[in-house]
């Protein structure tokens, strides 16, 4: 009887031992597939700071440049020592641009010159990309078509007969018929309103887009239940799609604000003047310089070059920075990526 349950015992410690060496090799197995885990995780995330960092540097690296060499002095700019960070500081650069800028003036006008583009634009692309998505009309496809070819077709390649339209401009020769000539609308900002109002102005066709795309993917029962209680036309898209769209205007209106803000394209096309659109007349600030102040060393004019070039980032980038949270929704919605 001893013998048998001393056998028992046995038995029972074998089986305990085998349970527990079982479960320590499963233990073990587990732990090296989480070790597998956590390094491939390492190394994934390692790959994509790499990524990340060289994007940014790649991107940033030449606006961190332009910054600190605005704050060079003389002294700085020859020291071949000094990459980054000044030694001796100064502030001349942007006092002098800000002067032959005439900084304050010329912002002011620009930034209104571009802001009502901009408005202009969010209005008639909003409906247009509205009535693409939603209405069915003759030749609807082949419009849509013109849209895209907006969007492809390189501006350089019609510049020469929007040249001649704005400057001997006329409609249908009534102008022509009433007053004996056609009127040239070059040296102001006038082309480019006219071609912003019927939807032809700068990156249009890529706004229409947007807006197609966005309102596409809101759901009609919207529509329908506003058309049921006795919402017409316009007050559902005023009041309703609109407002619903809010993420698709704020991404349009950054990238017209933007865009137009930095054009030179149809700025010297169309001959507008250095005071209204400010971006053009940063090209002109060496020169400038050089001749009013005497500074001829190339090196020297260039930070004062950078420092123009800081002096009109600053709004752009305070419109950025303000707007990002639903600039990035927008980009995500409207069906502009992926």
Not at 63 to 89: C, E, K, R
Not at 143 to 167: D, E, G, R
């Amino acid at each position: 009887m001893e013998k048998s349950e001393q056998k028992q015992k046995l038995s029972f410690k074998a089986i305990k031992e085998m349970y527990h060496d079982m479960k320590t090799d499963t233990q073990f197995a587990n732990d090296r597939k989480r070790w597998a885990s956590n390094i491939k995780k390492f190394i994934l995330g390692l790959f994509r700071l790499v990524i990340i960092v060289g994007i940014c540097y790649v991107i940033l690296g030449p606006v961190i440049g332009i910054i600190s060499s605005s704050f060079f002095s003389d002294a700085d700019n020859y020291n071949t020592m000094v990459y980054l960070i000044p030694q001796d500081p100064t502030l001349e650069r942007y006092e002098l641009a800000i002067k032959y800028l005439n900084y304050g003036k010329t912002m002011v006008s620009s930034l209104i010159y571009s802001l009502t583009l901009m408005l202009i634009q969010v209005f008639i692309c909003s409906m247009v990309g509205y009535g693409f998505a939603r209405y069915k009309f003759p030749l609807k496809n082949l419009l849509f078509a013109c849209v895209v070819v907006m969007i492809v077709i390189p501006t350089h390649t019609i510049m020469l007969p929007l040249y001649m339209s704005f400057a001997k401009f006329d409609v249908f020769g009534i102008i022509k018929l009433i007053s004996g000539s056609e009127i040239n609308l070059l040296s102001t900002p006038v082309p480019m309103y006219i071609m912003t109002l019927f939807g032809c102005g700068l990156r249009s066709g890529l706004y229409i887009y947007i807006f197609n795309q966005f309102f596409r993917g809101l759901p009609k029962e919207i529509e329908e239940a506003a058309f049921v209680d006795g919402a017409g036309t316009w007050y559902t898209y005023f009041r309703i799609m609109l407002v619903n769209a809010i993420p698709s205007v704020i991404t349009v209106a950054i990238f017209s604000m933007v865009w137009q803000y930095n054009d030179t394209f149809y700025a010297r096309l169309f001959l507008i003047s250095d005071d209204i659109v400010i971006s053009k007349k940063i090209s002109t600030i060496q020169a400038t310089i050089s001749n009013v102040e005497k500074i001829y060393d190339p090196n020297i004019q260039e930070l004062y070059l950078d420092a123009g070039v800081v002096l009109i980032m600053i709004p752009i980038i305070i419109i950025y920075v303000a707007l990002q949270k639903y600039f990035i929704e927008g980009v995500e919605r409207s069906g502009i990526v992926g």
